[in-house]
């Protein structure tokens, strides 16, 4: 007589933490954004004896600065109300569940149903379901409203993430000019590199190649210190 091959739990990576999100994108911006504002100092200051590395310098600093806590402080404040708007509506679902438990089961069972369950079968589930308050909570949450109790980011992680993925971001275009560079080349060459490998660290954890995820940041991050660049030389130009 065979025997039945055991059921192997599939391990899922976790896209809920609130950590992933704010990292890549913290990371992302802080690099573009920042190389883009220096590309537009480096570009008003371009006719300055040192090609105005005091200013781009300065200009790097404060936009590492400003963007990180800003960021901190915005990725905080929306997941923090996400997820204030989320607990209101499982307190709502759960006040349900203890006042209209029937209800609440045909409105469960019914989803089932519309999803190819037997009816008889949906109704079972959905009242054996019932006698677990906690259980239940979570299901009929699940199915409601698309989130449960335990899969809410927490705010705390989602700003660290995005304050301390922006500083490093942000950093890279930085560095050349604190070891004394005078032109925003070894800038650019640091910043393209860095763009082009953040773009295919991400690709880990997505369904993209890491060559065309690091060529499309790279060609995103490149457009927009550019048209920066550009409208730096154009309002130094003018203000001269």
């Not at 999100?21 to 300055?48: E, H, I, K």
């Not at 404060?62 to 607990?87: K, P």
């Not at 019932?130 to 335990?150: Q, T």
Request: charged share 15%.
């Amino acid at each position: 007589m065979s025997q039945a091959n055991p059921v192997i739990p599939e391990h899922h990576r976790d896209v809920t933490g609130g950590w992933l999100r704010p990292a890549v994108f913290g990371a992302m911006d802080g690099l573009v954004s920042n190389f883009a504002l220096m590309a537009g100092v480096a570009g008003g200051t371009a006719a300055a004896g040192d090609g105005g590395r005091g200013a781009v310098v300065l200009a790097g600093l404060a936009g590492l600065a400003a963007g990180a806590f800003s960021m901190a402080a915005g990725e905080y404040t929306s997941v923090a109300s996400q997820a204030e708007l989320a607990e209101q509506e499982f307190e709502n679902e759960r006040t349900e569940l203890a006042r209209n438990p029937e209800l609440e089961a045909r409105e469960l069972a019914s989803i089932w149903v519309a999803r190819g369950v037997d009816k008889e079968l949906a109704e079972e589930l959905a009242r054996q379901l019932g006698r677990n308050p906690d259980a239940a909570l979570e299901v009929h949450a699940r199915e409601e409203i698309g989130l449960a109790p335990g899969d809410l980011p927490n705010p705390w992680v989602a700003a660290a993430s995005s304050f301390g993925s922006f500083v490093v971001g942000a950093i890279i275009p930085v560095i050349p000019y604190i070891f004394g560079a005078t032109t925003l080349l070894w800038s650019l060459i640091l910043s393209c590199l860095g763009l082009f490998a953040a773009g295919a660290i991400v690709s880990q954890v997505t369904a993209r190649s890491w060559w065309f995820s690091g060529l499309r940041q790279l060609l995103v991050g490149a457009a927009a210190a550019a048209v920066t660049y550009g409208v730096g030389t154009l309002v130094g130009t003018a203000v001269g």
